[in-house]
């Protein structure tokens, strides 16, 4: 977890560490230095001493005062919450009494393609690769699953009716969730603060889940979100050579195609069109007049 750069992040930590303040004896006092600075009205400058409170009560949050040793009795919870340009995941112990303890903590940044994800899109990567990275504690127990989204908690509901096109989008997402059992739970934000403050501060390794696509001079491919693809839609029908791929499979292949989107035939059994808009592998192939 590296140091706050503003005071977000200051009190995003902050947060994280009100949630396990029961843990920490002489919280305040330890972390004198980190409240100094949300004071009104005062600079942000985080030099050594702030740095040393800083590294002192990670120090603390990863020790056994606050973490948990794994109780395969104890009832498990996988939380998860995302920022713009990362996420944050933690496994739970739930004990009998209602008391929760950390086992594990973890975060991440994203690469370059997740950042340009909606963020429904970036909380449901972050869950993924949370659990992978996680699965030791999770593979074949049943545990909750834990988020502060209540679109993400639909879109984790197997009974959810998904519009085919985001189905498309996210299924290869969900279909990695399917080794695990949990039981999706909504939590609010104000609750979590513990994997907060991670997602606010990740570390800099950025995620490898994805692969991202080679550009081609004709063809430009992304992931787009159900908000965007009104305007592909209709920018689709003005390109000549979106419109011509999208008429040839409409008739089975039985349209000769011109020159310039022949590059296409190489990757017809990839190729569906779906509601007007071009996809290739549940990804949208983008007109011209959209690409960067």
């Known amino acids: 977890m590296p140091y706050p750069k503003d005071i977000s992040e200051v009190r995003s930590f902050k947060g994280m560490l009100m949630y396990y303040s029961r843990f920490i004896p002489n919280l305040s006092t330890i972390s004198k230095s980190l409240n100094e600075l949300t004071k009104k009205n005062r600079k942000f400058e985080f030099g050594n001493k702030e740095k040393a409170c800083f590294d002192e009560l990670k120090k603390i949050l990863v020790s056994r005062k606050v973490l948990a040793l794994y109780d395969k009795n104890a009832e498990v919870i996988f ?43 970036k909380e449901l990567t972050g869950i993924v690769n949370g659990t992978l990275r996680l699965k030791d504690y999770l593979i074949g127990r049943k545990f909750i699953l834990r988020t502060d989204s209540q679109p993400l908690k639909f879109l984790l509901d197997p009974d959810a009716n998904l519009p085919t096109v985001m189905l498309r989008r996210i299924d290869r997402w969900l279909y990695q969730l399917r080794k695990f059992d949990f039981t999706a739970e909504y939590i609010p934000t104000q609750r979590s603060g513990y994997v907060d403050a991670l997602s606010r501060l990740p570390l ?53 195609l011109r020159k310039q ?32």
Not at 225 to 252: A, C, F, H, Q, Y
Request: aromatic share 8%; charged share 35%.
């Open 79 to 121: 939380a998860s919450d995302t920022s713009q340009y990362g996420y944050g995941a933690c496994v739970l112990h739930r004990y009998k009494n209602g008391e929760e303890k950390p086992i594990e903590f973890i975060s991440k940044t994203f690469n370059n393609a997740q950042l340009k994800y909606s963020q429904i899109e």
């Open 204 to 256: 800099k390794d950025t995620l490898s889940l994805e692969v991202q696509e080679k550009r081609n001079p004709v063809i430009a491919v992304i992931e787009a979100t159900p908000l965007e693809m009104d305007k592909i839609r209709e920018e689709s029908k003005k390109d000549k050579i979106v419109k011509e791929v999208i008429m040839w499979l409409n008739s089975g292949g039985a349209r000769k």
């Open 261 to 292: 989107a022949r590059i296409f035939e190489k990757f017809k059994n990839d190729l569906v069109v779906e509601r007007g808009v071009l996809l290739k592998e549940a990804r949208v192939v983008v007109p011209k007049s959209l690409q960067d």
